[in-house]
């Protein structure tokens, strides 16, 4: 999947479970300052994870500080 794909991936879900839109958001936007806190994180990540059938481990998850971060472990996954 490309990383435009899965970023979009994310805006989609990240939409979903916070109830709001997140069109702005970039590679670059760091995750805390779009008001997405740790338990939204989970819930965005375990999504997903289930739509693309891959599996994050969770000591890689603490090293994700952007929405670039976070696309980059799903592509290793995806692509793995």
Do not use: C, N
Not at 49 to 78: N, S, Y
């Amino acid at each position: 999947m490309a990383r435009e794909d899965l970023l979009v991936l994310f805006k989609s879900v990240a939409t979903r479970i916070d109830k709001r839109a997140f069109d702005h958001v970039t590679r670059d936007s760091v995750i805390t300052e779009l008001g997405i806190d740790s338990l939204s994180m989970m819930q965005i990540v375990g999504e997903m994870e289930t739509e693309l059938g891959v599996m994050i481990p969770d000591e890689d998850l603490v090293e994700i500080r952007t929405v670039g971060d976070l696309v980059g472990k799903v592509e290793q996954r995806v692509s793995a």
